[in-house]
């Protein structure tokens, strides 16, 4: 019902609402509108890429090797007659999961030290932020090649080193939209009354800062995807014969005046898919902030 007693349409209520209101301003952002729909078939093909793969992204084919794209293999062959179409199919799974599940990672962890910090404040701020200056100090990727080198090459060692090499930055990040936080009134107002740090944390500090996460946690993601890539390049991510597209990029690396196609289609899938999860990151900036987003107009 609206507030002139009329009975408003559940439907017509729901467009109504401020959050669908925001959701249509959000859409409202070309890059935006472009990103998500790239995105999502992304995560399509992601998820249905196994069952829509032609041909076993592990079989071998000797009879069919360096062939180039045709009918039969619309990406090609690489060095042992693999189908290339079906293992960029697999491949999107497997790299999409490593890097969102070390994303993960550096969300919980680095959420966690940036709050605690910015709230504790005092000698466990200054703990927690030299540890986190001292990692700051190595390059994410030297970091995550020396947990790699201490756990060994894996696929989920992979995501662990990169999940943590993140956490430095993440943390500052969110350290700072936290202490904005907690200066506010409604802070110091809860704390008067004696509510308890975790009850603050967790329903004052963290749901104001969500709109920060969100963006930085998009933005994480295309550096989680270049970073699980590089380990995968190098022969310290995911291990052959799994289809990761830094690993083929790898095993392409040797062939690309033979072979230009075995370095190329997992390049471009790398750049494209960074490239629109930087997008989206920054049409998410300018939907939270509107400030940014009269100063990207001007």
């Not at 329903?203 to 969100?214: A, H, R, S, Y």
């Amino acid at each position: 019902m609206s507030v002139t007693g009329k009975i408003v349409p559940a439907k017509a209520a729901f467009l109504r609402t401020p959050s669908f209101a925001r959701f249509g301003k959000l859409m409202a952002n070309r890059k935006a509108r472009t990103s998500l729909l790239f995105i999502g078939m992304i995560l399509l093909i992601g998820i249905v890429g196994p069952w829509i793969a032609p041909y076993d992204p592990a079989q071998a084919d000797y009879s069919a090797f360096l062939q180039g794209p045709s009918a039969e293999h619309l990406l090609g062959t690489d060095s042992i007659g693999r189908d290339m179409l079906s293992r960029m199919l697999y491949g999107t799974r497997v790299t999409l999961t490593v890097a969102v599940m070390s994303v993960g990672i550096t969300f919980v962890l680095g959420t966690a030290i940036g709050v605690i910090s910015a709230y504790a404040g005092g000698w466990i701020d200054n703990v927690l932020m030299r540890i986190m200056d001292m990692l700051l100090a190595l390059p994410g990727i030297i970091l995550a090649l020396a947990i790699v080198a201490v756990l060994g090459p894996s696929q989920m060692n992979a995501m662990i080193a990169v999940g943590i090499s993140s956490i430095p930055g993440f943390s500052r990040l969110v350290r700072g939209a936290a202490l904005s936080v907690k200066a506010s009134g409604y802070v110091e107002a809860s704390r008067s009354i004696g509510s308890s740090g975790r009850w603050i944390i967790l329903f004052q500090i963290i749901p104001n800062i969500m709109n920060v996460l969100i963006v930085y946690t998009t933005l994480f993601i295309g550096a989680a995807i270049l970073d699980t890539s590089a380990l995968g390049f190098i022969g310290l991510g995911a291990q052959p014969p799994t289809p990761e597209w830094g690993t083929m990029l790898n095993e392409g690396k040797e062939y690309l005046l033979d072979g230009w196609w075995l370095a190329t289609f997992p390049g471009l899938a790398i750049t494209i898919v960074v490239f629109l999860v930087n997008l989206l990151g920054d049409a998410l900036r300018d939907w939270f902030d509107p400030k940014a987003q009269s100063r990207s107009r001007a």
